[in-house]
């Protein structure tokens, strides 16, 4: 090789610029150019282009919201929904073989407020019955363990059934799901303590003293009371879920506190035609009865659901000076009934008015 090949020859570039494939100028294959990549540069795509790849989304992205949400088939959405179930049988039949161990016990808690309402009609006849020869042993020893059962199994039924839809929620929603339990068997478990000690009670009381006017002896059968008490109790539990199901038609973005509140005028009217329909007597008394706590549980979960868009707006809830008014209303609350139990010589009874010499 001659001076002149290596001084004057043309010979490939040896510095790092690299030579493209359209240059006209190039002679020769273009050379392989590698380079170490930048440690958090986007790759380029296989295939060239020159094109950029856009940066992996942000950690505001609402992509990332789906980070923890499980897919599942509709034949693996099957077969979780009979693994729930199976478990929920299982939690509730084990409840059952306890309650049927207590069942004389708590037939004798279903037969009282009626044994209290027979009482009250002042007839010496008025009494239960039992008409048909199985009858006492169906109600006794499989139905009303079975009602227990539900209320006393409910929260492991619905520990269950949040089981089963949490794997569609995403990871800032499934927190909720202590709450979601205990909330939910709470307000189901006052809703039949409610109904068994105001609404059932006072129900009963005058359904049985209807017909002694005109000379009718209440004589009523176990069948027929257990139907009502467990439809009563049944629903008013189910009505006392009315701010669970406000907070969870807020959380999917379906309602707003704001909407509520202007259209709560359209619900308080329906509440007082549900409780009109569902009190068993004329009198105002019993109407608010069911009304007021009904307007109450819905004005809660409204409350509820404004908690939740105040954690999504990333604000404060002023529980300071929430709490400091409701410790004066409390406390004025206070004063005035011991003030007309002390001045007035008044005190509490179970049964209307409350408040009696």
Same mark, same amino acid.
């Given at each position: 090789?001659?001076?002149?090949?290596?001084?004057?020859?043309?010979?490939?570039?040896?510095?790092? *610029?690299?030579?493209?494939?359209?240059?006209?100028?190039?002679?020769?294959?273009?050379?392989?150019?590698?380079?170490?990549?930048?440690?958090?540069?986007?790759?380029?795509?296989?295939?060239?282009?020159?094109?950029?790849?856009?940066?992996?989304?942000?950690?505001?992205?609402?992509?990332? *919201?789906? *980070?923890?949400?499980?897919?599942?088939? =509709?034949?693996?959405?099957?077969?979780?929904?009979?693994?729930?179930?199976?478990?929920?049988?299982?939690?509730?039949?084990?409840?059952?073989?306890?309650?049927?161990?207590?069942?004389?016990?708590?037939?004798?808690?279903?037969?009282?407020?009626?044994? *209290?309402?027979?009482?009250?009609?002042?007839?010496?006849?008025?009494?239960? &019955?039992? &008409?048909?020869? @199985?009858?006492?042993?169906?109600? @006794?020893?499989?139905?009303?363990?079975?009602?227990?059962?539900?209320?006393?199994?409910?929260?492991?039924?619905?520990?269950?059934?949040?089981?089963?839809?949490?794997?569609?929620?995403?990871?800032?929603?499934?927190?909720?799901?202590?709450?979601?339990?205990?909330?939910?068997?709470?307000?189901?478990?006052?809703?039949?303590?409610?109904?068994?000690?105001?609404?059932?009670?006072?129900?009963?009381?005058?359904?049985?003293?209807?017909?002694?006017?005109?000379?009718?002896?209440? @004589? &009523?059968?176990?069948?027929?009371? =257990?139907?009502?008490?467990?439809?009563? @109790?049944?629903?008013?539990?189910?009505?006392?879920?009315?701010?669970?199901?406000?907070?969870?038609?807020?959380?999917?973005?379906?309602?707003?506190?704001?909407?509520?509140?202007?259209?709560?005028?359209?619900?308080?009217?329906?509440?007082?035609?549900?409780?009109?329909?569902?009190?068993?007597?004329?009198?105002?008394?019993?109407?608010?009865?069911?009304?007021?706590?009904?307007?109450?549980?819905?004005?809660?979960?409204?409350?509820?659901?404004?908690?939740?868009?105040?954690?999504?707006?990333?604000?404060?809830?002023?529980?300071?000076?929430?709490?400091?008014?409701?410790?004066?209303?409390?406390?004025?609350?206070?004063?005035?009934?011991?003030?007309?139990?002390?001045?007035?010589?008044?005190?509490?009874?179970?049964?209307?008015?409350?408040?009696?010499?």
């Amino acid at each position: 090789m001659s001076t002149d090949d290596i001084h004057g020859g043309e010979l490939p570039p040896q510095h790092n *610029e690299p030579v493209y494939p359209d240059d006209p100028f190039a002679t020769g294959p273009p050379p392989v150019v590698t380079s170490t990549p930048i440690p958090g540069a986007p790759l380029a795509a296989a295939g060239g282009g020159g094109g950029r790849i856009p940066p992996p989304p942000s950690a505001g992205d609402p992509d990332d *919201e789906d *980070e923890g949400m499980l897919r599942m088939s =509709f034949l693996e959405h099957l077969e979780e929904l009979r693994s729930r179930i199976i478990k929920a049988l299982y939690g509730l039949g084990l409840v059952f073989l306890v309650c049927v161990v207590f069942s004389t016990q708590l037939f004798r808690i279903v037969l009282a407020p009626g044994q *209290e309402a027979l009482r009250a009609t002042g007839d010496p006849l008025a009494q239960f &019955i039992a &008409i048909n020869p @199985m009858e006492q042993f169906s109600i @006794m020893w499989v139905w009303t363990p079975l009602v227990a059962s539900l209320f006393l199994g409910s929260p492991w039924i619905l520990w269950q059934v949040w089981s089963f839809i949490a794997p569609g929620l995403y990871s800032k929603e499934k927190r909720w799901a202590v709450p979601f339990v205990l909330s939910t068997a709470s307000l189901f478990l006052a809703g039949g303590a409610f109904g068994y000690f105001l609404a059932f009670r006072y129900g009963t009381t005058f359904l049985f003293g209807l017909g002694q006017s005109v000379g009718v002896h209440p @004589m &009523i059968s176990i069948d027929s009371y =257990f139907d009502i008490f467990v439809d009563v @109790m049944l629903g008013i539990g189910a009505v006392f879920e009315l701010p669970v199901l406000i907070f969870f038609l807020t959380l999917i973005h379906v309602a707003s506190p704001s909407f509520l509140l202007n259209h709560s005028r359209y619900a308080i009217l329906g509440i007082v035609i549900l409780a009109a329909i569902i009190t068993p007597t004329p009198d105002v008394f019993n109407l608010m009865l069911f009304a007021v706590p009904m307007c109450l549980l819905f004005f809660l979960g409204i409350f509820a659901s404004y908690l939740l868009v105040l954690k999504r707006e990333k604000r404060k809830f002023p529980w300071k000076a929430f709490l400091t008014w409701l410790g004066i209303v409390a406390v004025v609350l206070g004063s005035g009934l011991a003030l007309a139990i002390v001045q007035f010589h008044l005190h509490w009874v179970w049964h209307k008015p409350f408040l009696v010499r």
